[in-house]
């Protein structure tokens, strides 16, 4: 088969070819872009492991914090035999676990005993040894005791940590020579906190308390600089305590919200200074006297409390007289002289040879006038005040807008320090001090405090630091996606390229043996053909006609 007869079949019935099918497109890629296909992949795959996994874990919450490094080493072995995940925060002081598992987990370390504490109580009694001596048995009690009282008075909110010292002597049969037990208090307050009177007070109590015949004079309380805080109690002269001055800084408040109140709507919120020093007596004087007055006037006004008559009368028998014999030795005749009477009646009644005597004692106690007066000054009370106020210069804004100040007149500081004086309870005779000035206000411009920027406030910071994590995946995966996946694809999914010149004359040849190039004819261009288009010209414009010639060519009619 010749050139020309090659060509002919290939024009007229050669077949298309069949594009190549995914697998056979996949092989042609080169290696380079498998490689990059299936990194790709792997990259993707982690990624989307990584998201997985940081969603399933959630938030993180402190299960405990401010604990000891024994308690924190126990717990942290406990979570790794629970297989519970853990994280350490604020320099390891704090232990956080996921948010769902917080209670769970704490519910199990307080089955197993955890966190123990630094501070130990009475469960040192239960760990009590057989064979243990007395002395180590008083020493557990008191260790016990000492915790259970550190315990206690760390529950305070000023206090972040205490301890206890207890001094209790041995028990003897002497009452006169058993000693009694003292306590000492070491206190560690959070900063910037106080404990007022009372609350040490109540610490004092509640350790007096706690320890039997302990009296609450021997009870020692300090803070964590070695201030005494129990010494103004017992030394009234040390000063003023934390009570005092905080009632002093309430009464100077006091005034100077009254004269701000006072002054503001007048002169402006930003243009006014005041101050006000109190001087306050806390000494407690406490006086008695005892009056006496005699009681007066007559006999009817006069109050007898008691008194007391004493009397007594006695007779001596009459002598014997007269001539002896029988005439004078009869016996007496019987007295019939009355009963009643005086003592010279009676005595006369009974014979007036007899000797009489008497006696009378009358005591009378009256009531002697008795005043007791006890005067007690009251505490806290105002001795002086001085107030200073400060009052800046008017401002003043003209018709075109431009703002000047000015200052004020004489009759004006008198009216405002007059409102002071009557603000205050000004009081001449206890000397007490206004002073009101007017002087104008240097107003610093960098002073103003701009507002915090948006990328600044903590409530986005900790919006940004929990969007960080998913958002750098989802960038890796989009990055892994464009730039090692996509281009893979493209170089997979892409369309064949055309056949070169002589492909399909191959085809069909169907041997071993491909045509040389040269072998090949060259298919001549598409010409414009006249005939055809005169033919085509024709069709439209006699249809008919052409519709019979090719009826004629159909049915072979020359």
Do not use: C
């Amino acid at each position: 088969m010749d050139n020309a007869v090659v060509a002919r079949t290939n024009a007229n019935a050669l077949p298309l070819v069949e594009p190549a099918g995914f697998g056979a497109r996949v092989a042609a890629v080169p290696l380079k872009a498998k490689l990059s296909f299936a990194l790709g992949i792997a990259a993707l795959g982690a990624v989307v492991l990584a998201m997985t996994m940081w969603s399933s874990q959630g938030d993180y919450k402190v299960l405990y914090a401010n604990l000891s490094d024994k308690d924190g080493g126990a717990i942290i072995a406990q979570l790794s035999q629970m297989n519970v995940p853990y994280r350490h925060a604020d320099g390891g002081a704090a232990i956080l676990v996921p948010a769902a598992k917080v209670h769970d987990v704490r519910l199990k370390l307080a089955a197993a005993g955890l966190p123990k504490g630094s501070v130990v109580g009475y469960e040192l009694m239960d760990g009590a040894r057989f064979g243990q001596t007395q002395f180590q048995e008083r020493l557990t009690f008191q260790r016990g005791l000492e915790g259970e009282l550190t315990r206690s008075i760390t529950a305070l909110a000023a206090v972040q940590n205490a301890r206890v010292h207890l001094a209790l002597p041995n028990q003897n049969g002497f009452f006169r020579e058993q000693q009694k037990p003292t306590a000492s208090v070491m206190l560690t307050l959070y900063p910037g906190r106080t404990l007022e009177r009372a609350q040490i007070a109540g610490i004092v109590h509640l350790v007096s308390s706690s320890v039997p015949e302990m009296n609450p004079k021997a009870v020692s309380v300090l803070d964590q600089t070695g201030a005494l805080l129990t010494a103004s109690a017992e030394n009234p002269q040390a000063g003023l305590d934390a009570q005092q001055l905080q009632y002093v800084n309430q009464v100077e408040a006091g005034y100077q919200k009254r004269i701000f109140e006072l002054l503001e709507p007048l002169v402006g919120r930003d243009n006014l200074r005041a101050t006000v020093t109190a001087d306050v007596d806390f000494s407690q004087t406490e006086a008695t006297a005892e009056e006496f007055a005699p009681n007066q006037g007559d006999k009817a006004s006069i109050a007898i409390r008691s008194q007391q008559v004493s009397e007594s009368s006695g007779s001596n028998g009459a002598a014997p007289s007269g001539v002896p014999g029988a005439a004078s030795n009869q016996p007496p005749v019987p007295a019939t002289a009355p009963v009643t009477g005086t003592p010279q009646a009676l005595q006369a009644a009974q014979g007036g040879g007899a000797n009489a005597n008497t006696r009378r004692d009358a005591v009378t106690n009256y009531e002697v006038d008795k005043t007791v007066r006890v005067t007690r000054n009251a505490t806290g009370t105002v001795k002086r005040l001085n107030a200073a106020v400060v009052v800046n210069h008017r401002s003043v804004t003209d018709a075109k807008g431009k703002t000047t100040t000015t200052p004020l007149s004489a009759e004006e500081v008198e009216k405002l320090t007059a409102l002071v004086r009557e603000s205050i309870g000004f009081k001449q005779d206890r000397g007490d001090s206004v002073k009101v000035i007017n002087a104008p206000f240097k107003v610093d411009p960098s002073a103003k405090v701009d507002p915090l920027p948006l990328w600044k406030q903590p409530e986005v910071i900790d919006m940004l630091r929990a969007a960080a994590v998913p958002a750098g995946l989802a960038l890796v995966a989009l990055i892994v996606f464009f730039g090692m996946i996509r281009p893979a694809m493209k170089a997979a999914l892409a369309p064949p390229p055309p056949p070169a010149p002589g492909a399909q004359l191959n085809a069909v040849v169907d041997d071993d043996n491909a045509l040389p190039e040269s072998a090949i004819p060259a298919l001549p261009a598409p010409k414009t053909n006249e005939h055809l288009d005169a033919a085509r010209a024709l069709a439209k414009e006699n249809p008919a006609a052409v519709a019979n010639i090719v009826r004629g060519w159909v049915s072979g009619e020359a």
